[in-house]
């Protein structure tokens, strides 16, 4: 299976701005990119990278300053294979999660992201075209319909977590074991219980 | 396995007053709680329901009027055999879920909230008690290693969404079946894209 992780070089986990610098987002956003390939090699597939801007790994990487719709699509129509598209801002998978969504039959597997996003899928189907615009999740049922497809999701939680606003690096703290959720100890973030869920907070002595 | 699936018939789903009157909240909650229960009835196990106050349902009820905490750990400790946990406000499980939960080995079995929650849980210990305050799902781990037990999680995004906060109601829409996403499209109920993940709005017309 052709694997590839879409990644932001630019201004990546923006909606972090509240808690992150511009610098910092850079930094968080590579250690979530190298939990989510490192993840994809331990399951003896190789991650092809499909950047923004040039980058410095040890993973293949494709170059495309196009929005992400556009640059994942022009993948899908060259290539007559399966395509897998894995989004790098999901710290929280193991390589056991990544097995059972790869293994998954299906014209299109589908795994949700909280509110509505498509935080992985696997194209089966020479027809398929992705659209990451607003609730992807089910406009991308839809088009499978419309184009005579079955469609598969696949239920997990660190599938869907992806990495879109502050109280997300809770999870990380919580379920991560990687070099992102390292990342935030380092700095300082640390759990805090309220009334409802958790969220995170920062002791700046540790930075 | 004897199924308890604990249930606030007082005051339900307190963080969805914003856009909830609070007649409108035990309606929706006693929604969740069908679908929930339907589900599990539909893996061939029974659900007990543990309750604030008397309701009316064909379930066996168990009611018990004090915190969720102390009500569930009554029942652990009068049993010996396993018990499994699993809330009422987790309208989005299907039977496969609760079945590949259900089947999960492990001294406990805990499937993680969105916000550090522990929504759903088997003891199989006999020293095992819950704590659902605060980020119960790692007060949880850290109990079974203290008593010498080891635990397993199951990954589920479906299990992962409880009914928390207006937000989650755009997971209803978008990945519900049952009643309470025909209770919310009813209500008129519809999902919003803004720039980040997906929300909620309110036809009022259509009440």
């Given amino acids: 299976m052709h694997v590839v992780v879409p990644f932001d070089g630019t201004d990546p986990l923006s909606r972090l701005d509240p808690v992150l610098t511009h610098a ?16 994809i090699v331990a399951t003896d597939h190789q991650p092809h990278i499909l950047t923004t801007s040039e980058l410095a790994v040890s993973w293949p990487t494709r ?33 056991g999660v990544i097995e059972r969504f790869l293994d998954t039959p299906g014209d299109v597997v589908l795994a949700p992201g909280i509110g509505g996003g498509t935080n992985a899928l696997i194209s089966r189907h020479p027809e398929f075209r992705v659209d990451y615009h607003g609730a992807s999740i089910r406009d991308h049922r839809e088009q499978i319909t419309r ?3 079955e469609y598969e999701q696949v239920d997990s939680f ?35 219980t309220t009334g409802g869920r958790v969220t995170v907070e920062r002791d700046v002595r540790e930075q």
């Fill in 24 to 39: 910092e987002r850079r930094d968080f956003a590579r250690a979530c990119l190298e939990d989510v390939c490192g993840t």
């Fill in 147 to 149: 184009i005579d497809g």
């Fill in 63 to 95: 170059v495309d300053d196009r929005p992400l719709t556009p640059a994942v699509n022009a993948i899908l129509a060259e290539r007559s294979a399966p395509v897998a598209v894995i989004m790098a801002d999901l710290p929280l998978v193991e390589p």
């Fill in 158 to 192: 660190r599938l869907a977590t992806d990495i879109d606003e502050p109280a997300d690096l809770a999870e990380v703290l919580l379920h991560g074991r990687g070099r992102a959720h390292e990342w935030l100890v380092k700095r300082g973030f640390m759990i805090v």
